[in-house]
């Protein structure tokens, strides 16, 4: 956590990310429209937004895939591999 928060030297930026996105509109019904092969990955333990989230959005995108990976909300090194394999296996099976 302490490698994240030093990739930015403004200690804000977490809150102002925050702040966009409660001030974004909703785009629900544009995320209903996608119709392309869509694979939403979620983290098992994403403290900033909780499973539901991923499994709503999964629900919300006709036809996606959701695939649940032992990590939190970030993706970090020990991560990135299993990340990138599923992103992988997932283009492979949607050509």
Same mark, same amino acid.
């Given at each position: 956590m302490r490698q994240a928060a030093g990739r930015?030297? @403004?200690p804000l930026a977490?809150?102002?990310h925050a702040a966009a996105v409660l001030a974004a509109p909703d785009r629900l019904q544009l995320v209903k429209s996608i119709c392309a092969p869509t694979l939403v990955l979620h983290g098992s333990?994403?403290?900033c937004l909780p499973l539901d989230h991923g499994e709503y959005l999964a629900r919300a995108i006709p036809?996606?895939?959701l695939r649940v990976l032992a990590m939190g909300h970030?993706?970090?090194s020990?991560?990135?591999v299993r990340v990138a394999d599923e992103v992988a296996s997932f283009l492979? @099976?949607?050509t």
């Open positions: 930015s030297p @403004e977490a809150f102002h333990t994403d403290r036809g996606a895939t970030m993706v970090f020990d991560s990135a492979a @099976e949607s």
